[in-house]
């Protein structure tokens, strides 16, 4: 028997790549997700289930392990950081990156999504849900434009909640079940120390090669994806730390070599800290100084 989180890291692509928004420069469509009852991270989970959806070294249901996933990170706070990253050859063509930090139940949160590249017009977005509004700052060649995407009150902004006002899905829940339910599991094990000390928990490590579908795994209809690679952490509760990525598009004459890095840290101890307050911090900071 088992007790604890569990882990898997995914070190051999974290050394290249950078961290992107998984579905591109376009919001990511949501998902509709009821969760399902899962263990607590202390529950023992036997060797042969090392997580929900998850049967010896098989991904029996990747739904299931979707689910517990989005049940987790729903209940605690957590940072997440994601990277996509299209290379033309030895040139960079496009890295989207998104990072957030979010509180427990959703109630307050700042994301940042940047976009760069030479086949792309760079932009950076920012949001923030604060006091029961989303506010939404975009700029594109250095010209910047806000709104309210959401108000809780119905008061200038439609009255989304936190997560739906959010311009990606934060748990890229539909992304991980596509990506469980297709890539062709090799192995599934417990991580060693080294992963251990670089989460702080210990978890299962899986990987994977090739693919049954290979257009699941492409983010557009009209690419032809070869050389899916992939490697991924996961707690005995269902919550997926990480994942590695790779694999080639093809779309006509194009060929471009895409990787993309999902991890999640901080899980219960994220503090949402915005940008008037750390100027605020860093004037008090300058104040105090003795001349």
């Known amino acids: 028997m088992r007790r604890g989180a569990a882990i898997a890291a995914v070190c051999l692509c974290l050394l290249s790549a950078g961290c992107a928004g998984l579905f591109g420069d376009d919001t990511a469509a949501r998902e509709t997700v009821t969760p399902a009852p899962v263990p607590t991270a202390d529950a023992p989970t036997s060797p042969e289930q090392p997580a929900p959806g998850i049967v010896g070294e098989r991904v029996v249901n990747a739904t299931a392990l979707g689910r ?8 605690t706070s957590y940072r997440v950081q994601h990277t996509r990253t299209v290379m033309n050859g030895s040139e960079l063509h496009k890295r989207v990156r998104t990072r957030a930090s979010i509180t427990a139940g959703y109630q307050s949160y700042t994301a940042t999504r940047t976009v760069a590249g030479q086949g792309v017009t760079a932009r ?5 849900w604060r006091d029961g509004r989303a506010l939404r700052r975009t700029t594109v060649n250095g010209s910047t434009s806000a709104e309210v995407a959401a108000d809780s009150r119905g008061i200038g902004g439609p009255p989304r909640s936190p997560r739906a006002a959010l311009f990606f899905e934060p748990t890229f829940n539909g992304r991980l079940i596509a990506l469980f339910s297709v890539t062709n599991i090799t192995s599934i094990r417990p991580g060693d120390e080294v992963i251990k000390q670089l989460y702080g928990v210990s978890l299962y490590r899986i990987k994977g090669t090739g693919a049954t579908d290979d257009s699941a795994i492409a983010t557009r209809p009209v690419d032809r994806v070869t050389n899916v690679s992939l490697s991924a ?50 004037h008090r900071n300058r104040t105090a100084r003795p001349d």
Do not use: C
């Open 68 to 75: 517990a996933h989005v049940a987790q990170l729903s209940n």
């Open 124 to 128: 950076e977005v920012d949001s923030t």
């Open 233 to 282: 952490t996961v707690t005995p509760n269902g919550v997926v730390r990480s994942y590695a990525l790779q694999y080639t598009v093809v779309n006509g004459t194009d060929t471009h070599r895409v990787t993309e890095i999902l991890r999640y840290s901080d899980l219960g101890t994220t503090d949402v800290v915005f940008k008037d307050q750390r100027r605020t911090e860093r």
